[in-house]
């Protein structure tokens, strides 16, 4: 079984940085891509960030040039480094991993972890 366990979430100011962390643990092989995705109240679950086993990111438009992913494939670890928030990136932040098995690609997703930022 594969758990992904992040941390880094908080109450911050508007314009404040926080930095986001998500460490895979358990039975696997390897990972390929992983990724960062958020969900504010009454909305749907988006696509904040994501990267490849090989580093190759792709961000969605709402935090380009704000965000920065990476990735420590030793430590089985995506971080997500927050700058310059404001108050609509608050949201439930979720990690997720694309994982193989066999000749399959499984989703894995953490908990989630509460991002506030203050007007």
């Known amino acids: 079984q594969v758990q992904l366990v992040e941390s880094g979430g908080g109450l911050v100011q508007n314009g404040g940085s926080l930095r986001l962390s998500c460490a895979a643990s358990?039975?696997?092989?390897?990972?390929?891509?992983m990724g960062w995705y958020r969900q504010a109240p009454g909305k749907q679950r988006e696509l904040v960030a994501a990267?490849?086993?090989?580093?190759?990111?792709n961000y969605a438009d709402a935090v380009k040039g704000r965000f920065t992913i990476s990735r420590d494939n030793a430590k089985n670890t995506v971080y997500l480094q927050m700058n310059s928030l404001k108050p609509e990136d608050t949201a439930v932040y979720y990690c997720?991993?694309?994982?193989?098995?066999?000749?399959?690609?499984?989703?894995?997703w953490g908990q989630g972890t509460q991002v506030t930022v203050s007007s």
């Open positions: 997720n991993a694309q994982i193989p098995f066999a000749s399959a690609s499984y989703d894995y």
């Open positions: 358990g039975t696997m092989y390897s990972i390929n891509a």
């Open positions: 990267i490849t086993r090989g580093g190759s990111t």
